[in-house]
């Protein structure tokens, strides 16, 4: 097994891949799928180092990774699918790991269960959250909103692929949204298998660390270890996840020289910081980027965050007898997600400019052309900032009241449900001067299109020639959901994974508008699926030229058929 590298090691890297040695491992020793799953031959007799899982039907997803064997789920009856769930990257961050970066997990002998979820990150509940019962999307989500949800252990990741013979497929890794705040690898929209099917790929999600256990620029940190003291632990959770991706990628039938980095939202912050870190550099082949760009936080900022959370503890704890980071690290991980709740402060800075991790000035690394080979397809929705109504205060329900309302409502049953039992009088009607439609407008310009405007254009300053974008225009959600959040930010998620059922946004998806939104996401699929393979979303399919940026391709339906168009934007 190759050996991995210390942290130390990993701040002094080269720029290229780490590929040729665990590739070559890979390929010769390793219990791969090339004799495993992709030849159907039981795992026993594949080769002189085999594991017995004692559960022969298994086998076709006993795979050896470069930390240990694991099993997964074999679901190619059901879903046409193999799957592993949980698979833990690095060692929990707890104890005297939190705030210091993800120290690779020790490896294991024995065949290893990959068969659920693990645990999302701790977070303080939000709509996006995952329940307090654990991974799972369910109505007691509304129950965590604003309570510490979540564990510390939690650096797992999920792989998905089409349960085929199939070598060398492209590879997808995701990374989810929720501000670097909230969000876990299990959401519902997440579920990996209907993508990796239909776009014959591998396709990853993984959990890193969100909010102040992702990023914290504290004085006291790091002591004089350059990683520590930059505060990004959650881009370096990301990061270790790609370096086993690319480890192992051959080893689940993928393709290491074919990464593809996709996120959503801060997830989407994250591939952009992943495309300008130095220590990312040459592990990413392509990008996804959706709905977000490079943004990140000044030190000074951050540093100033870190300062008011620990005058904040100081003021809860008085008499523990503890100042500053000692404080901190005192306290267990709810309390201190109590402390931030409580003072507000939930909202961390994220990604951190430090000067190691993520450039001082990381546009000037985008136009420096570093990543003028790198094809990118981004996306934005054409209404993101009516996701964000509370933060202008115009939704009239609680949270609580909201989350109750979406989750039972019957997108077949509708009922008498109106637009101003959703919204405050002040936005109505929705499409007066100053009304919702231009407040949410306005959001969506000043948090996303304008960002991703910024991001497209210093690439293609960098002399990058291959970046498309496309704007999903969708709003066919039954009334009166169809004003209050039409083409919402993250409602194009459904529809890259082909997930419709049960999640944040089952309203919006009923028998009628069925046939137009299940041939708008078989369109968007087979876009990602000739990207991945080719670095162009364009494809038979479309009837028309995907034009390059500054075009937008704009992706819509009504309840029956697909309705394409474009626009320039730049």
């Not at 470069?66 to 707890?94: K, M």
């Not at 309390?335 to 546009?363: F, N, Q």
Request: net charge neutral.
């Amino acid at each position: 097994m190759p050996a991995l590298p210390s942290r130390a090691a990993i701040a002094r890297q080269p720029a290229g891949r780490h590929r040729t040695v665990s590739s070559l491992l890979s390929s010769i020793v390793g219990i791969t799928l090339t004799t495993a799953i992709l030849t159907a031959t039981p795992l026993a007799h594949a080769s002189a180092d085999a594991i017995h899982p004692g559960h022969g039907a298994q086998a076709s997803t006993l795979v050896r990774t470069t930390l240990g064997p694991i099993i997964g789920r074999d679901e190619g009856r059901s879903s046409g699918t193999y799957s592993w769930l949980g698979i833990p990257y690095a060692e929990p961050p707890v104890g005297h790991l939190r705030w210091r970066p993800p120290e690779p997990h020790r490896s294991w002998k024995e065949v290893r269960r990959a068969q659920r979820y693990g645990s999302g990150c701790t977070q303080p509940g939000r709509f996006f959250s995952p329940s307090p019962n654990g991974p799972f999307y369910d109505l007691s989500v509304r129950d965590g909103l604003q309570q510490p949800v979540g564990e510390e252990d939690c650096l797992t990741l999920n792989v998905f692929r089409p349960a085929t013979s199939k070598r060398n497929l492209p590879v997808v890794f995701f990374i989810h949204g929720g501000s670097n705040v909230v969000g876990y690898s299990a959401d519902p929209m997440y579920d990996g298998r209907e993508l990796a099917k239909r776009a014959q790929a591998v396709v990853v999600t993984v959990n890193y660390r969100v909010g102040i256990f992702g990023w914290l620029n504290a004085e006291g940190l790091g002591d004089g270890d350059p990683l520590s003291t930059s505060g990004n632990f959650g881009t370096l959770d990301l990061i270790e996840a790609l370096r086993f991706v690319d480890r192992n990628a051959r080893r689940f039938g993928g393709d290491s020289h074919n990464i593809s980095v996709m996120g959503q939202s801060a997830g989407a912050v994250d591939v952009w910081s992943l495309l300008v870190s130095p220590l990312a550099r040459g592990m990413v082949d392509k990008a996804i980027p959706l709905s977000g760009g490079l943004s990140t936080a000044k030190v000074a900022n951050a540093r100033a965050y870190a300062d008011r959370v620990i005058q904040a503890a100081e003021s809860d704890y008085p008499s523990s007898g503890m100042r500053g980071v000692d404080l901190l690290r005192s306290l267990s991980a709810d309390d201190l997600v109590r402390v931030l709740v409580k003072h507000k402060l939930d909202a961390t800075p994220a990604v951190i400019a430090d000067g190691t991790v993520i450039p001082s000035d990381p546009y000037a690394v985008l136009e420096s052309g570093a990543d003028r080979d790198v094809p990118v397809l981004a996306g934005n929705t054409l209404e993101e900032g009516k996701l964000f109504g509370s933060s202008i205060g115009a939704h009239k329900p609680s949270d609580y009241d909201r989350f109750t309302l979406q989750y039972s409502f019957d997108p077949d049953e509708p009922g008498a449900l109106t637009v101003s039992d959703l919204l405050k009088d002040q936005y109505l009607p929705v499409d007066k001067p100053g009304g919702w439609n231009d407040a949410a407008a306005a959001l969506t310009e000043s948090i996303f299109t304008g960002i991703n405007r910024d991001s497209l254009d210093a690439l293609a300053r960098s002399g990058n020639r291959s970046l498309y974008h496309y704007r999903f225009d969708w709003n066919q959600e039954p009334a009166p959901f169809d004003q209050v959040y039409g083409a919402v930010h993250a409602i194009d998620l459904p529809f890259v994974f082909h997930n419709f059922g049960r999640n944040v946004f089952s309203y919006a998806f009923s028998r009628q508008n069925r046939p137009g939104r299940l041939e708008l996401s078989d369109l968007m699929i087979a876009g990602v699926r000739s990207f991945l393979t080719t670095g162009s979303p364009q494809h038979r399919g479309l009837g028309r030229t995907w034009d390059r940026w500054p075009a937008s391709l704009v992706v819509d339906a009504d309840d029956q058929h697909v309705h394409l168009g474009s626009v320039t934007d730049g």
